[in-house]
């Protein structure tokens, strides 16, 4: 939430879009219920279809 916070305030930069690619890639199956995969699944999926709107909003 914080990254994704930081990134959508306009204060985010690279590092921040990499470490949600890392924890997109870490997070799956390490729950005990399906709520982390699914959170997961919304935020790679926007990652991938938005990449460039992400990217935009980086600075420097």
Known sequence: ???LNRIDTGRG???????L???CRLLP????C???DGAVTVVDS???QF????EAL???
């Open 1 to 3: 939430m914080r990254l």
């Open 13 to 19: 930069v690279r590092a921040d879009l990499e470490a």
């Open 21 to 23: 690619e890392n924890l």
């Open 29 to 32: 199956g390490s729950g005990r």
């Open 34 to 36: 399906g709520l982390i």
């Open 46 to 48: 926007s990652l991938h």
């Open 51 to 54: 990449r460039e709107e992400y």
């Open 58 to 60: 980086l600075t420097a």
